[in-house]
């Protein structure tokens, strides 16, 4: 059973404005919720992450949200360049109490920023 | 510079000839972890390693090995390989398993 969702393949979205790209996930125990970024023939590299008592996380352009209540996160990037285009993987592990779980990474959803 | 090394980054095989995949990172870390990439499916955990010896199955352990005999390595194994493990390849490594690992760049085996 997949615990961690990205339910569109891909997204295409012009230069200069709003992508958001969405996660879904099972597991009320997830605590830490991270994005990943990865171009072709490179290794994902971490985007952003937050933790489970915040709601919001910004990075300059990347902004992260969390709703509890839905089991769902978003990543938002404002404004798109054309140099975002990649493939996202969100990822969620349980921290809690000690216990260290791996991370459980999304399927992936690949954005494409159009100049 | 802060990173982890695979090698080879490509491989071309046949099926039932043991190979070996290197990692390397240099920050320490005691986590360390190989995933690999296939269409369709995103990254899946095959091993993890929390320390020097201690090694436990991810969510696609079958037709590989791991060992970790020093902090800094961590080989992945195919003893016998079949063209289903025809894939994308990484290693990460982190201080903690639930959060932040940094990737290596990938290792494309392709098994005929």
């Known amino acids: 059973d997949q615990q961690v969702k990205q339910n569109s393949p891909s997204l295409s979205v012009q230069e200069g404005r709003i992508s958001i790209l969405n996660c879904d996930y099972t597991?009320?125990?997830?605590?830490?919720f991270l994005w990943y970024k990865k171009y072709p023939a490179e290794g994902p590299t971490f985007l952003i992450s937050?933790?489970?008592?915040?709601d919001k996380n910004e990075d300059g352009r990347f902004t992260v949200f969390l709703n509890k209540s839905a089991k769902h996160l978003s990543l938002h990037i404002v404004p798109s360049q054309p140099g975002d285009s990649a493939v996202y993987f969100c990822?969620?592990?349980?921290?809690?109490?000690?216990?260290?779980?791996?991370?459980?990474f999304g399927k992936g959803t690949k954005l494409s920023v159009k100049p | 510079e802060a990173q982890v090394t695979q090698n080879p980054r490509y491989l071309i095989t046949v099926t039932g000839k043991k190979l070996t995949v290197t990692c390397s990172q240099n920050?320490?870390?005691?986590?360390m972890s190989w995933y690999r990439q296939d269409p369709g499916l995103g990254l899946r955990q095959i091993y993890y390693?929390?320390?020097?010896?201690?090694?436990d199955k991810g969510d696609v352990p079958e037709g590989y090995k791991v060992s970790r005999k020093e902090k800094r390595n961590f080989p992945l194994i195919l003893e016998s390989p079949s063209p289903n493990q025809t894939s994308l390849y990484f290693c990460?490594?982190?201080?903690?398993?639930?959060?932040?690992?940094?990737f290596g760049p990938g290792t494309r085996l392709t098994v005929t």
């Open positions: 990460a490594s982190s201080f903690r398993p639930g959060y932040e690992q940094y």
């Open positions: 597991n009320s125990m997830f605590d830490y």
């Open positions: 390693s929390m320390n020097v010896e201690v090694t």
């Open positions: 920050m320490n870390h005691e986590y």
């Open positions: 937050i933790s489970s008592i915040k």
């Open positions: 990822a969620a592990s349980v921290n809690y109490g000690g216990s260290q779980g791996n991370l459980i």
